[in-house]
């Protein structure tokens, strides 16, 4: 059974500063890995997805990347801003999505 | 190009009542797939339906819920004889096939139970 573990569970930053947000999982045979982010009290917005071929993703200001074989991922954000402040999930599939607990980011103008 | 839908998106019930939340998947998706986020937890994985077929009913509880995905019409999640313990937010999510796809979510259904 896959166990998806998100460290830290809160973070706190001001403006500006870059963020690092980490994610392990316990069986490395993925597919792939997504991030999500998550609003207080809103649905789910897709972030990225790494394939597991791939090492990294990149959109924007955000790279994620992925060691299989260690069983991690790392979600970064680049220059944050207030508008980042949101929950972040990272997410395993087979087919149904194993969650991460998430990381609660807030970002301090 | 219209995203996963859910309607309601908030829903109050009694307890002892009955609780029915609609899923209507992406276009041209075919997978649909419930999880339900209890207050101050992570999102757990309850169903996973294909048109007219249950995949994957490992997440969902024994009593009272059950879901289908018929072969008109959105997919349901029906909560029979709601307690306390059934308040939360319960998203659906699409995708085009099975394994490896993006799952996009929809905006959630929140139940509250009285």
């Known amino acids: 059974k896959q166990e998806v573990t998100q460290i830290p569970a809160a973070l706190s930053v001001p403006e500006g500063e870059n963020l690092v947000l980490n994610c392990s999982f316990t069986d490395s045979a993925i597919y792939n890995l997504q991030w999500f982010r998550q609003d207080p009290g809103k649905g789910l917005t897709s972030l990225l997805l790494?394939?597991?071929?791939?090492r990294e993703q990149t959109s924007g200001r955000l790279n994620a990347s992925l060691d299989k074989s260690s069983g991690r991922s790392t979600l970064y954000i680049a220059a944050s801003q207030p508008g980042d402040s949101a929950t972040y999930l990272c997410?395993?599939?087979?087919?149904?999505?194993?969650f991460g607990a998430g990381t609660t980011v807030t970002v301090r103008a | 190009n219209a995203g996963v839908m859910q309607n309601p998106r908030h829903l109050v019930r009694r307890r002892g009542q009955e609780a029915r939340l609609r899923c209507s998947p992406m276009k041209g998706h075919s997978h649909v797939y419930w999880y339900r986020q209890l207050p101050e937890e992570g999102l757990k994985f309850m169903v996973y339906l294909q048109k007219e077929n249950i995949i994957d009913e490992s997440g969902m509880p024994k009593e009272r819920f059950s879901a289908e995905f018929p072969k008109e019409g959105p997919s349901i999640l029906r909560i029979q004889q709601v307690v306390r313990g059934d308040s939360a937010a319960y998203f659906c999510a699409s995708s085009p096939s099975g394994e490896g796809e993006t799952q996009y979510f929809g905006p959630g259904t929140r139940l509250l139970v009285l």
């Open positions: 790494i394939q597991s071929s791939q």
């Open positions: 997410a395993v599939p087979d087919y149904k999505l194993s």
